[in-house]
């Protein structure tokens, strides 16, 4: 099988693109609110990183039906993705392997948890994807039917991140919206980067969620959340510097 490294380093290039500067901006944020940098926290910014690219493929699919504008990213879409799957697989390593004092597997092994069930879920599935994501099983799958499995994959892909990171995160998130972050944190007027990723994974949510209403609810939809996410993110830090006021 001939390989075209021109065309592969074009589209892991634009990848990386994409997935370097959330990752740098990321680990920044989570460094300027604590006041250090380990591999605790770029196992966040992993996994951050890995949950934005996976919205990125996800809204790309429709925001090319609402905008033909769009069309001219649907070709990265499957390099995103494999990127994600190898952030995604680095966090699940160093949780497990490198952090134990975090990240107990033994735990995680002796009693049910969801947030654990939903990750290994996720990965387990972009395992799959991964593997067959390439030309010679989609000629021996059938075009539509690996064209299936891609597409219902990735919903159920974004689902189990979005249960993982909902379930393990709600209850620090309504925390820090009650009293702010804790003393310990340089900056605990600052949301978490947690909480920020879960409000682009909201947004991605109701994008998708807005196709169902056609074309043009969608790009109605697009137009309102596309400026209500800045909004939101501004309210959420406004909010923080009101809370250490209070406090």
């Known amino acids: 099988m001939n390989i075209d490294w021109k065309y592969q380093c ?80 680095v966090h699940s390593l160093v949780s497990l392997f490198f952090l134990p004092s975090k990240f107990p597997l033994s735990r995680y092994l002796s009693t ?12 387990g599935v972009l395992v799959i994807l991964f593997f067959i994501s390439n030309s010679w099983v989609e000629n021996r799958l059938g075009t539509e039917k690996w064209w299936w499995l891609q597409n219902w994959g990735l919903r159920l892909i974004f689902g189990l991140v979005v249960s993982h990171v909902f379930v393990m995160k709600m209850g620090g998130w309504i925390g820090w919206y009650k009293v702010g972050g804790g003393k310990e944190l340089v900056h605990p ?11 682009f994974m909201v947004f991605v949510v109701l994008i998708r969620l807005a196709e169902f209403g ?10 309102v959340s596309v400026l ?15 809370l250490m006021a209070w406090y």
């Open 189 to 199: 007027e600052w949301p978490g980067a947690g909480l920020l990723v879960g409000w």
């Open 10 to 89: 074009r589209q892991y290039g634009a990848a990386l693109v994409t997935a370097i500067p959330v990752f740098a901006a990321l680990s920044l944020y989570i460094f300027y609110r604590r006041g250090y940098y380990d591999l605790y926290i770029a196992n966040k910014a992993f996994a951050g990183d890995a949950a934005v690219l996976l919205g990125i493929v996800f809204l790309l699919g429709p925001l090319s039906r609402f905008f033909s504008v769009f069309d001219r990213y649907l070709q990265y879409r499957k390099e995103i993705g494999i990127v994600a799957f190898f952030l995604a697989l």
């Open 214 to 223: 056609g074309r043009r609810f969608g790009r109605i939809v697009w137009y």
């Open 112 to 123: 049910l948890n969801w947030p654990f069930v939903f990750g290994l879920a996720g990965l």
């Open 228 to 242: 209500a996410l800045p909004v939101v993110y501004l309210v959420t830090f406004w909010w923080g510097r009101r």
